[in-house]
């Protein structure tokens, strides 16, 4: 197998779980499926351990591979490109494994011991052995060895030096390090905590220390989450940092593109339904009251017939911005329901309360002045239903009386606002 199908079979791989596979992406991520980590295991072990021993002629070939690929990415495929970051990631543990469990010797000095395998057979030849001295230089992450026993910390690489900023003077054992990267000590104590249990886990599990995100403090006062996992030999263990940074991103991107509606860029109704949902289990521990407003734009069937649908999909959007920008509290929440459908959520707030921000909605879609010469006004315009729950109220019922108000309104003419008959 040649370096360019090595490249395309890595590629298959990412395209297969970032476009065919039934997993969501944000879930491959967070909780990736074993059989993407075993597909992408075996792969690791046919190129590197068996079809390619040229992977090991460079100091840092992972990378190289990785980072070609990456320039072959559209920087719009955030996905493929946390996929693929994923990919890599363990990658490079598993490299770093392989390597201690197959080649190294316990009695050379310049290497860390966590390098070093008891049960190695082998002395190692003495190419090798700048080789792993190479290694632990310039992989792209940073990485630290780390004595069990007393914490003392044995070694870090330069990268750690760049990014954290503290040199193994400034942070010379795991006490002074937690106390200048994790200086809150309320977040210092959860964060000893995971590592601790990660430590734990890793005495369990083949020595394998599992990722995990931590909000490191570095020495200039900037904060970066860092991916955090490593190889635990018993007296010493291995700490490697993966900035998470970039995949965060991605996930945030990810997660607004599954609650965000791609025409009027204001919530969905899957976040409608979550946010409702989440509401009204609000409400039945408090004495609040939230209200609700639907808001359905009139004879949107004859504007879109008239001015065409590439017209009444501006339209749209324009409204939906406009409600967005009208309904300013941050604990308000706006989304399209549906079509040409809106709903408003009010959280704290009493029937006069809402009827005051409809008519605020009902201005500002009168001033956003769209010609409509099938509407009454020669404007476009919109109707309303408005409902207030407290306490005891069912959300169906609720959801279902608000709709009867809206269409209340429509019967009444359209271009009005209708109080739920519950609230009356
Ligand atoms: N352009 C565009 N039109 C949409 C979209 N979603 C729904 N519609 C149209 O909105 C129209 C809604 O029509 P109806 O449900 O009959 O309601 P209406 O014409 O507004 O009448 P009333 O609600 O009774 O005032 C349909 O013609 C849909 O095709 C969209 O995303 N873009």
């Known amino acids: ?72 990415i559209s920087c719009t495929e955030h996905s493929k490109k946390s996929v693929l970051e994923c990919v890599e990631r363990w990658w490079l543990e598993w490299y770093f494994t392989l390597e201690m469990d197959t080649k190294l010797t316990s009695n050379i000095t310049d290497i860390p011991a966590c390098f070093v395998s008891s049960s190695t057979q082998h002395p190692m030849r003495k190419h090798e052995l700048s080789h792993y001295a190479k290694l632990f230089t310039v992989l792209p992450m940073p990485i630290c060895n780390v004595c069990a026993r007393t914490g003392d910390l044995l070694k870090v690489n330069q990268r750690f030096v760049d990014i954290f900023g503290y040199t193994l003077d400034e942070v010379p054992n795991l006490a002074v390090w937690w106390e200048k990267a994790f200086p809150d000590p309320e977040y210092r104590k959860s964060a000893k905590a995971l590592w601790k249990n990660s430590l734990q886990f890793a005495k369990e599990n083949n020595n394998d220390i599992p990722a995990n995100d931590y909000r490191v403090r570095c020495s200039n006062g900037s904060e970066l989450v860092m991916e955090v996992s490593g190889i635990d030999n018993g007296d010493e263990f291995i700490a490697v940092f993966y900035d998470a940074t970039e995949r965060l991103k991605a996930q945030d991107i990810l997660r607004d593109m599954a609650f965000l509606d791609s025409l009027t860029k204001i919530a969905n109704r899957r976040r409608f339904d979550e946010q409702f949902a989440y509401e009204f289990e609000r409400l039945k521990s408090s004495a609040d009251k939230l209200s609700m407003i639907f808001i359905d734009v009139d004879h949107f069937k004859q504007f879109n017939d008239r001015y065409g649908h590439v017209t009444g999909d501006i339209c749209l959007r324009d409204v939906a911005q406009k409600i967005a920008a009208t309904v300013s509290r941050s604990e308000d929440f706006v989304a399209r329901y549906g079509g040409e459908e809106f709903v408003v959520l009010l959280p704290q707030t009493d029937t006069k309360g809402a009827l005051f921000i409809a008519e605020q909605i009902q201005k500002a879609i009168e001033e956003l002045a769209i010609p409509h010469q099938d509407s009454f006004t020669g404007l476009l315009s919109i109707s309303m239903g408005v409902n207030t729950a407290d306490t005891n109220d069912d959300k169906l019922v609720f959801l279902k009386a608000t709709d009867s108000a809206l269409y209340y309104a429509k019967r009444q003419g359209r271009n009005c606002i209708a109080l739920s008959s519950e609230n009356l």
């Open 1 to 72: 197998m040649n370096y360019v199908e090595q490249i395309n079979k890595i590629k298959s791989l990412v395209e297969y779980y970032t476009c065919q596979s039934n997993q969501p992406i944000s879930e491959l991520l967070n909780n990736p499926s074993s059989e993407f980590k075993q597909s992408a295991y075996r792969l690791f072990y046919e190129l590197i351990k068996f079809k390619s021993p040229s992977f090991y002629q460079e100091p840092n070939p992972i990378n190289e591979v990785f980072s070609l690929i990456k320039r072959s």
